[in-house]
T-cell receptor, first 112, second 114 residues
Framework: SQKIEQNSEALNIQEGKTATLTCNYTNYSPAYLQWYRQDPGRGPVFLLLIRENEKEKRKERLKVTFDTTLKQSLFHITASQPADSATYLCALAYFGNEKLTFGTGTRLTIIP | EAGVAQSPRYKIIEKRQSVAFWCNPISGHATLYWYQQILGQGPKLLIQFQNNGVVDDSQLPKDRFSAERLKGVDSTLKIQPAKLEDSAVYLC????????????FGPGTRLLVL
């Protein structure tokens, strides 16, 4: 079965630096990969989607890359702010099936 | 546009009792999902509805969990009888037919089974 690993349980980054989170998967490549943000006591919020045939996507200070050879996605937050502190989840979906499989998440803390 | 609504927000029950959760998706969203999120883990899909039909319930423990979406709008998820390992947050999400890839999540119901 598909296994999704996110690089670490927790990541502490100094304010203003770039935070980089990793999502690795096993087996076959997904049709697309998504990143969500989850704050304590709240449901996940969709951030970005990147498809199998795309290398990079950007949205404001966010950037996602997708390398199907390495079976890896990287999620970057540039010029990080304390308000970016949250848990970030990656999720995969496969062709013909909108069912999302989530990783365990990385808890990001931006230190002022 | 109102988001996905869920109730109750918190529930504490004893094992072997029953419990029900309610979800009202975003208006017009045809697809509705129920997820279970255990502390420290990512959400796990329990069941997916397209209108009032079940698309995927492969990970739903059918001996104790049931869900319905009678009129293709609101949905209820029931656990009967509850076990200690059912303690988790139960998330409801919905997506539109035009943008089915993007799921919008509710705030979740936090269940504690004692």
């Amino acid at each position: 079965s598909q296994k999704i690993e996110q690089n670490s349980e927790a990541l502490n980054i100094q304010e203003g630096k770039t935070a980089t989170l990793t999502c690795n998967y096993t087996n076959y490549s997904p049709a697309y990969l998504q990143w969500y943000r989850q704050d304590p006591g709240r449901g996940p919020v969709f951030l970005l989607l990147i498809r199998e045939n795309e290398k990079e996507k950007r949205k404001e200070r966010l950037k996602v890359t997708f390398d199907t050879t390495l079976k890896q996605s990287l999620f970057h937050i540039t010029a990080s702010q304390p308000a970016d502190s949250a848990t970030y989840l990656c999720a995969l979906a496969y062709f013909g099936n909108e069912k999302l499989t989530f990783g365990t998440g990385t808890r990001l803390t931006i230190i002022p | 546009e109102a988001g996905v609504a869920q109730s109750p927000r918190y529930k504490i029950i004893e094992k072997r009792q029953s419990v029900a959760f309610w979800c009202n998706p975003i208006s017009g969203h045809a697809t509705l999902y129920w997820y279970q999120q255990i502390l420290g883990q990512g959400p796990k899909l329990l069941i997916q509805f397209q209108n009032n039909g079940v698309v995927d319930d492969s990970q739903l423990p059918k001996d104790r969990f049931s869900a319905e979406r009678l009129k293709g709008v609101d949905s209820t998820l029931k656990i009967q009888p509850a076990k200690l390992e059912d303690s988790a947050v139960y998330l409801c999400a919905s997506s539109s037919r035009q943008r089915q890839e993007t799921q919008y999540f509710g705030p979740g119901t936090r269940l504690l089974v004692l």
